[in-house]
């Protein structure tokens, strides 16, 4: 592919991480994260910190790899990837919790599975979507919906790393940009 100059320059457009299902997603386990330890831990319990923390960790590094994307391909890539691990901790947590206090982690086997599969594939969701679960007296089923939203997360991300891969070997990084940009002023000059 015989990439042009741009004559608007050689960073490409980024950001726009609120467009990311995976950045709607994220703001939606945290919100629920929020809830959830604010409503199931004494507010002294360290766990609220960590829980809330890698809530966080999840959203922010989807936002901070979004805003870097222009000028480092690589750390897109990297705090995409952060962003997954921090879930994946948050994920524990929530496993934690309910095999702690002896409550059912979900399979596909329950009875709610199908309802809470179907509910997780809601086109355009918001926290509303899913706010009955979350907000549910029963903590175990606050807890599975939180797993639901967090493996479904979890899935995106890794997709999304796929293609920021591919992207990345058909179109290169910021340097291979600016080399073609002083290849093609040169050639524009002479």
């Not at 999840?58 to 590094?61: H, M, S, V």
């Given at each position: 592919m015989d990439k042009q100059y741009n004559p608007e320059g050689f960073i490409p457009k980024h950001g726009g991480?609120?467009?990311?299902?995976?950045?709607?997603?994220?703001?939606i386990i945290y919100d629920g994260t929020y809830y959830f330890c604010k409503k199931y831990f004494q507010h002294y319990d360290r766990t609220i910190d960590q829980m809330v923390q890698a809530a966080r960790s999840?959203?922010?590094?989807i936002v901070e790899g979004s805003m870097a994307s222009g000028t480092s391909k690589e750390m897109e890539i990297k705090?995409?990837?952060?962003?997954r691990a921090?879930?994946?901790?948050l994920l524990t947590d929530y496993k934690d919790f309910l095999?702690?206090?002896?409550?059912?982690?979900?399979?596909k086997k329950h009875a709610y599975y199908p309802?809470?599969?179907?509910?997780?594939?809601?086109?355009?969701?918001?926290?509303?979507?899913?706010?009955?679960?979350?907000e549910n007296p029963d903590p175990e089923v606050s807890a599975n919906v939180m797993i639901g939203l967090i493996n479904l997360n979890s899935f995106l991300l890794a997709k999304q790393i796929k293609?920021?891969?591919e992207d990345f070997l058909q179109?290169?990084?910021?340097?291979?940009?600016?080399s073609q940009a002083r290849i093609e002023i040169r050639r524009k000059q002479n």
């Open positions: 991480y609120k467009s990311l299902i995976t950045y709607q997603k994220a703001e999840g959203k922010q590094n705090l995409t990837n952060v962003a921090s879930l994946e901790e095999r702690t206090r002896k409550l059912k982690i979900w399979d309802h809470l599969t179907k509910l997780l594939t809601t086109p355009d969701a918001t926290y509303a979507t899913y706010q009955k679960g979350i293609t920021l891969e179109e290169g990084g910021l340097r291979e940009r600016m």
